[in-house]
């Protein structure tokens, strides 16, 4: 199984960035996908879920309104587009796939993931 993270970079606040994670060895739709971030010193947190349908999503409060995760099942690809960025929302992203058709938040319900894109906010 590999998830491949990409699309992280440099950005000033207010900016956008979108991420793309590349799924393979897993069948896809069999899965919800998380998106998941680790800011230096701190612990990994939830950011957004998508079921495995591609129907139902669900975001952390930090980033609601902000983000947007999208999933292609037909690509094996999960997407988190991001606006308005903040210097807060920088962190190394990582995308998750977990047994299951519906949304998740809890780190303990995933059962791969990726290594991770970095993303880096200026102010």
């Known amino acids: 199984v590999q998830l491949v993270e990409s699309g992280g970079g440099l950005v000033q606040a207010g900016g956008s960035l979108r991420l793309s994670c590349a799924a393979s060895?897993?069948?896809?739709?069999?899965?919800?996908i998380g998106w998941f971030r680790q800011a230096p010193g701190k612990e990994r947190e939830f950011v957004a879920s998508v079921s495995a349908s591609g129907i139902g999503t669900m975001y952390a409060d930090s980033v609601k309104g902000r983000f947007a995760i999208s999933r292609d099942n037909a690509k094996n690809m999960l997407y988190l587009q991001m606006n308005s960025l903040k210097p807060e929302d920088t962190a190394v992203y990582c995308c998750?796939?977990?047994?299951?058709?519906?949304?998740?938040?809890?780190?303990?319900?995933?059962?791969?993931w990726g290594q991770g894109t970095r993303v880096t906010v200026s102010s």
């Open positions: 998750a796939a977990g047994l299951g058709r519906a949304t998740n938040w809890r780190t303990t319900q995933y059962n791969y």
């Open positions: 060895g897993i069948t896809f739709d069999d899965y919800n």
